[in-house]
């Protein structure tokens, strides 16, 4: 019952994730600075590009939660990151899985930025 209980944990997360990484709503969006240099039009292209990502394996998400993918375009690399906080924003979140207690944080960064 244990396992159930904690792979349902999971589909909660990423399902929340999944949401806040394509459609932008249900957390907070930041970049850096390294992405906020960019050229809008470029800039624009690597945020839709994280809206579509979809690549994530065994490799890239460990514990399936969807919290973090790896973007090439062209001959750059760029990450995107979701963390979870507390409603604010001080601690980290005590469920995850729970949207009441939960503000979720996409960071858009330039690879060499992490």
Known sequence: MKTQCLENK??????????????F????????????ALDPTFRSELLA???RFDAFSADNDPYGEHDFGAIEIG??????KIDYYDCSLTFH?????????TTRVLT???????
């Open 108 to 114: 858009v960064m330039r690879a060499d930025e992490y």
């Open 75 to 80: 001959d750059q690399t760029f990450f995107f």
């Open 10 to 23: 999971t589909e909660q997360i990423r399902q929340l994730n999944d949401s806040l990484r394509s459609t």
């Open 49 to 51: 590009a994280v809206r």
């Open 93 to 101: 979140s005590p469920d995850a899985a729970d949207p009441t207690v």
């Open 25 to 36: 709503v249900g957390g907070t969006i930041v970049i850096t600075s390294g992405v906020a």
